[in-house]
T-cell receptor
């Protein structure tokens, strides 16, 4: 199994531009999570999906952020327009409900820099 | 709501020694799971160990063990025989049983010296 795959690994963009982060979860996993990691706020859960349906998006900071999961093997996190304070590492993770004692499997993250 | 507290921003240990990383939690849920993750400088998050709140014995995984004291609401990670490759950030996390949302602490940076 290739694990959770995120792309791109690094993204540098100018303020005001649209940014799209991509994630491919582990095949068969029924939960997908988007986290953001910053020095100031640590690891924050932005949104998570169960069977492609958004369950809790209370962590999404603003309307500029949106996430979709059109099918079981793909999810996107979009920021439009991007701002310098969005600079962070964004992690995608997936899990299988019946393997709760293994926690999540994380992707390698996308380091976003907005200049 | 759940809360995880890691009071040690940084810890130092010499190679081959044991080290304990502290984690306390707060929850009103009767059943929950506790997790530790390692984040090396390369940035990935690596699952280390899990403890269920109703597990009778402390969890162990190789050199990692979890010192679980339910009454004190603590779930400390013990790393035995530290290695240079153990230098990393370590995060404690928890979630109520039946729910998928993991709440993380702020992390402890461990530095292992030769």
């Amino acid at each position: 199994d290739a694990g959770v795959i995120q792309s791109p690994r690094h993204e540098v963009t100018e303020m005001g531009q649209e940014v799209t982060l991509r994630c491919k979860p582990i095949s068969g996993h029924d939960y997908l999570f988007w986290y953001r990691q910053t020095m100031m706020r640590g690891l924050e859960l932005l949104i998570y999906f169960n069977n492609n349906v958004p369950i809790d998006d209370s962590g999404m900071p603003e309307d500029r952020f949106s996430a979709k999961m059109p099918n079981a093997s793909f999810s996107t996190l979009k920021i439009q327009p991007s701002e310098p304070r969005d600079s962070a590492v964004y992690f995608c993770a997936s899990s299988l409900a019946h393997q709760g004692d293994y926690g999540y499997t994380f992707g390698s993250g996308t380091r976003l820099t907005v200049v | 709501a759940q809360k995880i507290t890691q009071t040690q921003p940084g810890m130092f240990v010499q190679e081959k020694e044991a080290v304990t990383l502290d984690c306390t939690y707060d929850t009103s849920d009767p059943s929950y799971g506790l997790f530790w993750y390692k984040q090396p400088s390369s940035g990935e998050m690596i699952f280390l160990i899990y403890q269920g709140s109703y597990d009778q014995q402390n969890a162990t995984e190789g050199r990692y063990s979890l010192n679980f004291q339910k009454a004190r609401k603590s779930a400390n990670l013990v790393i035995s025989a530290s290695q240079l490759g153990d230098s990393a950030m370590y995060f404690c996390a928890m979630r109520p049983t039946g729910f998928q949302k993991l709440v993380f602490g702020t992390g402890t940076r461990l530095l292992v010296s030769p």
